[in-house]
């Protein structure tokens, strides 16, 4: 189906105003008819209790007579059931129709973005740019990598003999710090004039550090 025919079927924004005005009238009509409709019915019940008054009085002509206006009236409430029902039946009709050419703008106006948004950004203008972005995280990765390698005379240091020599540092700490003595050395003692008691020396305090270093001595003793 084409869109030009598409378009005379289910309209453009000018017939959308026309399909709710119409609803609008569908509407009134179907209103109004049953209002007839109620209105009728009421007559044709009064038809009846007329011909029941008239039958009680052995008025028989008069009651048919009523029974004839009601059998009018009947018809007349059949034919507005029938008009509803046609008036119905159209309004489903344009509602669907309605809801149809809604989906199909929706559809048509995504499909347009859509088409805007690809032209704009395109599998070979995303190849590019993903080819881009490769070359410079490489070009990156190469010149942090350039960066980091020694240049001069710190190229020339072997790593293995530096690590042997850090081994021996951290061997010749180790045995530094097993021979330190326990304690620290007695102060120097101190002359006290005649006739006056020396003062007790104050005992030195050791820290929780020598004192481990001076069990660790001990049991190496042993």
Do not use: W
Request: net charge negative; glycine share 4%; hydrophobic share 40%.
């Amino acid at each position: 189906m084409s869109s030009n025919m598409f378009s005379r079927m289910f309209g453009k924004p000018k017939q959308e105003t026309n399909a709710l005005m119409t609803l609008d009238k569908l509407n009134e009509t179907l209103e109004m008819l049953e209002k007839k409709e109620k209105v009728l019915l009421k007559k044709a019940s009064a038809e009846v209790e007329k011909a029941k008054d008239y039958t009680r009085a052995k008025n028989k002509r008069a009651a048919i007579q009523c029974l004839k206006r009601k059998r009018l009236y009947e018809q007349q409430i059949e034919q507005l059931g029938n008009f509803q029902l046609r008036i119905h039946d159209q309004m489903i009709m344009l509602e669907g129709a309605k809801a149809t050419t809604e989906t199909v703008d929706a559809l048509r106006t995504g499909a347009s973005a859509m088409k805007a948004m690809q032209k704009a950004t395109n599998i070979d203008d995303v190849d590019k740019t993903m080819d881009e972005i490769n070359e410079q995280t490489e070009n990156m990765k190469q010149i942090q990598e350039a960066l980091a390698t020694p240049i001069g005379a710190a190229a020339d240091f072997d790593e293995d003999e530096l690590e042997a020599e850090l081994e021996e540092l951290e061997g010749a700490e180790l045995e530094e710090q097993l021979l330190q003595p326990a304690t620290t050395a007695p102060a120097a003692p101190v002359h006290v004039p005649a006739g006056k008691q020396p003062a007790r020396p104050i005992a030195q305090k050791r820290t929780a550090e020598e004192d481990e270093l001076a069990a660790l001595q001990a049991e190496m003793a042993l």
